[in-house]
């Protein structure tokens, strides 16, 4: 992460909007959601990011850097076989930033690779907070992001989480 270019791009970019694109959640048939045992996470993030340009209302020229955002949690049994998902939740957000002065494509991926995971987290977490509540799930608790939020194991609640790599086109 090179926080240097992530500042530049930043100045660079407006946000515009953040909307959750699609949402869906499984969970195992076989197992009543109330007898759920102790459960751990695995996370996975991937980012993809492309620039659009096209023409407003007033038919002024606008350059958007569109990202879509997927976050997939698992839950599996704790101290059993991870391989038996108890359930997944998976949401994609898709976020446009105005373009105001041209990026670098170092500055657009490193940008992709950390802002775009910061200002979706919140909603997210908040997103996992509801559904897991209404399909009675147990409960999740995500962490507040942090810069090594995406990299390394959680120790919060003991549960363990794996992210894979962001990948941006």
Known sequence: MDKRLISRAAKKLALR???LHTSSFTRNEEVDP????SIDIKITVQVKSEELSFKDESDEGISILRSF?????V???RDEDPSQDLFAIN???RVDYEIVK???TREMEEFSMFNILHNTWPFWREH???ISNNAQFPRITIP???DTSANKPAKKNKRRRAVSKRQNP
């Open 17 to 19: 909007d953040i909307t």
């Open 34 to 37: 109330s007898s759920y045992p």
């Open 69 to 73: 955002i997927h976050f997939t949690l």
């Open 75 to 77: 839950g599996f049994p």
């Open 91 to 93: 949401t994609v957000y």
């Open 102 to 104: 041209e990026l670098t």
């Open 128 to 130: 996992i907070h509801y």
């Open 144 to 146: 507040l992001f942090s």
